[in-house]
């Protein structure tokens, strides 16, 4: 029985963008079905085609979307099928249609890990062209049922979850919402195809950088608080591969080690001036759950989409693809117009104490400025941002401070049969609620009202047009909006976080000792002394005693403005490798090493161009950590981008 794609049903808002975008980037499209308000045009490829398929901007157009959001789908005619297809006034795919035998079997982005039998299509033209479709991957809520049903419907697959159709795969994987991404075999592609969820064989890296990136995983460079637990010797190891790796950057910068944090100088035609200081670090966290992994955590797996393994998105891709680029610009004979910095921190993961701040300590020593620093923080999400359609690429612009308050009492205990009008354990949890029930005040700080303002325009009414005033009001309209979620109320306040609370040995014995800890990640614009001071006023109870840890805490770090020509530098070299991207600012919640080097830039930024949805995210410091092929040769481009566009400067 043959089995072999069909077609794709990819949903666009702008049609005829999206065929200018195709042709622009040497597609052949054709016209497809008119049936009011649905219109289409046909992306040919070579053995298949991409069924562009548009609800308009008619008045029937908007009642189809508004109802498309309902339970109710209206039956639509997808290349000469009726089928319950997903409606949706958003770029993405909505459908893959697999030819099996004498049928089709249509795989639906609401429903994926349901196929459904259709009527075959007549057969469609195709063209004698290098483009096709080289992998189709599904992402299901329920993986083994969803197995267990393609099975019957596509038949045994060739691997765990992979079918072979024709010349493309098809692969299953797990994730929290359904979603069909699909990467072609093209030289070029749409300037939108990140929102389409379009990737290009032309944008992989090259086996050679994925296997060192590989090989770097595969060493076991894990941070630990106790650090007499560190295995030095893999430090080493990784360090002897970085310069095997790359024999320019060891032949033409200068490199100074700091225990076993590195950094490289790359003087630039005026060596006295430093135009950036790019950061990255080499360690990673600790495993405690390798059962649950795909693949071993440490094995550094390499499979056609992805690099899998601890460190492959924090951070050992970013330090990596930085040399990467380095010794590619190398063999180009390029050299940069001002001197470039690339400190590489071992012990970040662990406050940085012996790598990020010696080495700031010696930058500041030399009275070194760089006009520019970038490190790790944000990111390219999709289907995050509310009422966002596309990319938003969040660079972030500082960094929230943090401490740790200790709060402790006493008491002289004795039997529970007879206990005083207040235990140790009570007073605590008391002061534990009173600045649980008393945080610090919700602000809305400039950095913030510029994230909104730069979104807006990509909202639909009235959000754009309400948060795009710039009235007296937006603050509080902002707050409002920000506060209905964690994530995103951490934005607009110093947050409070009990994590800690102990006391008592017995169930019948009184405790004599109760202490909890209290985290606190404090806005800019606000102190470690702004903390204190507020926990004293709002516990106010002399029984209770305060105590500042002293072994993690910095002070927020100064804010770069969105308006600075520093932060239209990233922005523009951001566009240039996603187009449709929309830029905004933002802030980190945790900490980097960044906050080491406050004092030794002009301007500071958190970013690096990967494209995450929330499903990749969660796998920062969880299980089932990896990187995609494509976004490890993005990073390499962006900073590829950057030295060029400073050594233009």
């Known amino acids: 029985m043959s089995v072999a794609l069909d077609h794709l049903v990819l949903g666009v808002r702008d049609l005829d963008r999206s065929v200018r975008e195709f042709r622009a980037a040497g597609f052949d499209v054709s016209e497809g079905v008119h049936t009011s308000p649905i219109v289409s045009a046909r992306v ?33 005619l997808f290349g000469g099928n009726e089928s319950g297809g997903s409606l949706s006034d958003s ?60 099975r ?6 060739i691997a765990p979850r992979r079918w072979q159709l024709g010349d493309t795969v098809l692969v299953l994987e797990s994730g929290s919402a359904p979603r069909i991404r699909v990467h072609l075999k093209s030289e070029r592609l749409p300037l939108s195809a990140v929102t389409m969820d379009l990737t290009s064989t032309a944008d992989d890296p090259g086996d050679d950088a994925v296997a060192r990136l590989s090989a770097a995983v595969q060493i076991r460079t894990v941070s630990y608080d106790d650090r007499t637990t560190i295995d030095d010797a893999e430090f080493v190891e990784l360090g002897m591969l970085i310069e095997k790796s790359f024999p320019r950057v060891h032949s033409e910068l200068t490199l100074e080690k700091f225990a076993h ?47 899998w393994g601890r460190g492959t998105i924090d951070d050992k891709s970013r330090a990596f693809a930085l040399l990467e680029a380095v010794e590619a610009s190398l063999a180009d004979g390029f050299t940069p117009a001002t001197t470039l910095m690339f400190a590489l921190g071992h012990d970040e993961e662990i406050g940085g104490d012996r790598g990020a701040a010696v080495i700031a300590e010696q930058l500041r020593s030399r009275g070194v400025r760089a006009e520019l620093l970038l490190d790790e923080g944000g990111v390219i999400t999709t289907g995050i941002v509310d009422d966002v359609d596309r990319p938003v690429a969040s660079i972030m612009v500082g960094e929230k401070g943090f401490v740790t308050i200790r709060l402790s009492t006493t008491d002289p205990g ?14 605590i949890a008391r002061a534990v609620a009173a600045l649980q029930d008393h945080q610090l005040p919700i602000r809305v700080i400039p950095a913030v009202v510029d994230m909104v303002k730069l979104l807006a325009p990509f909202m639909s009414e009235p959000k754009r047009t309400v948060l795009g005033l710039g009235t007296k009001a937006l603050p509080a309209v902002i707050a409002r909006i920000l506060t209905a979620r964690p994530s995103t109320g951490a934005l607009v306040r110093t947050t409070t976080a009990p994590t800690v609370i102990r006391g008592g040995v017995k169930d019948n014995v009184l405790p ?34 305060l105590e500042t840890m002293q072994n993690m805490l910095a002070e927020p770090s100064p804010v770069t403005a969105s308006d600075s020509p520093e932060f239209a530098f990233i922005a523009d070299t951001v566009r240039t490798l996603v187009p449709d991207v929309a830029v905004t600012t933002g802030l980190v919640p945790g ?54 566009k400073l050594g233009s400067s």
């Open 591 to 644: 900490a980097t090493d960044s906050r080491h080097y406050n004092d030794v830039f002009a301007a500071r930024f958190n970013f690096a161009p990967i494209v995450f949805e929330q499903a990749d995210i969660d796998r920062i410091h969880g299980f089932d950590e990896r990187l995609s092929r494509i976004n490890y040769g993005r990073l390499i481009r962006f900073d590829r981008l950057l030295f060029e």
């Open 414 to 427: 004795g039997h529970s049969s007879m206990p005083g009008k207040e235990t140790a354990v009570g007073r």
């Open 44 to 76: 040919l490829l070579d053995g298949s085609y991409v069924e562009l398929v548009s609800f308009g901007t008619t008045r029937s157009g908007s009642a189809t979307r508004l109802l498309s959001r309902t339970p109710i789908r209206p039956a639509l």
């Open 91 to 150: 770029t993405g795919f909505m459908a893959a249609v697999v030819r099996v035998g004498d049928r089709c079997v249509r795989i639906d982005a609401t429903d994926p890990a349901q196929p459904t039998t259709v009527q075959r299509s007549p057969n469609e033209p195709t063209i004698a062209t290098k483009a096709c479709v080289a992998a189709v991957t599904v992402t299901v809520t329920d993986l083994d049922r969803a197995a267990d049903r393609y």
């Open 261 to 307: 944090s590195r950094l490289y100088t790359w003087h630039g035609r005026d060596r006295d001036r430093v135009g950036a200081l790019f950061l990255a670090h080499l360690d990673v966290v600790p495993v405690d759950d390798a059962e649950l992994w795909t693949h071993p955590p440490f094995a550094g797996v390499i499979d056609d989409e992805f690099i």
């Open 512 to 545: 004599q000792l109760a202490e909890a800890l209290v985290n606190f990640r404090i806005l800019p614009g606000e102190t470690i002394a702004d903390v204190e001071a507020h926990c004293r006023k709002v516990i106010d109870d002399k029984l209770v005693k």
């Open 152 to 157: 019957a419907m596509l038949g045994d697959p």
